[in-house]
């Protein structure tokens, strides 16, 4: 049974840094695609970083230069490095797993067919 738990989210002052863990089981991550999504309050859950099976990275255009995704095959753990922190990377955090992910759904939702519960980060300006 695939299970991913998520943990790191805390409140931080605009310009500060969180580091985010995805402790993955029933699986190893190293031969799935593995993603970390955001939701805010009233808006929908969007793609903000992803890894794939052999390690190439992507991230979508607010985030880059900013955040790095990451994992540890020997703690089977997803990590996000999340530096210079805007009040608009306030949301939920969710991390996402699935064994074959196209790429051109790598961002979307319905990519991935295992998920966190979420971590919480809240920015303040």
């Known amino acids: 049974q695939v299970q991913l738990v998520e943990s790191g989210g805390d409140s931080v002052q605009a310009g500060g840094s969180l580091r985010l863990s995805c402790a993955a089981s029933?699986?190893?991550?190293?031969?799935?695609?593995m993603a970390w999504f955001r939701q805010a309050p009233g808006k929908e859950r969007e793609g903000v970083a992803t890894?794939?099976?052999?390690?190439?990275?992507a991230y979508t255009d607010s985030v880059k230069g900013r955040f790095t995704i990451s994992k540890d095959t020997a703690k089977n753990t997803l990590y996000l490095q999340m530096n210079s922190l805007k009040p608009e990377d306030t949301a939920m955090y969710y991390c996402?797993?699935?064994?074959?992910?196209?790429?051109?759904?790598?961002?979307?939702?319905?990519?991935?067919?295992?998920w966190g519960q979420g971590t919480q980060v809240t920015v303040s300006s």
């Open positions: 996402a797993a699935d064994a074959a992910v196209a790429w051109w759904i790598r961002f979307r939702r319905n990519g991935y067919k295992y």
């Open positions: 890894i794939d099976d052999s390690g190439a990275t």
């Open positions: 029933g699986y190893t991550i190293s031969a799935y695609c």
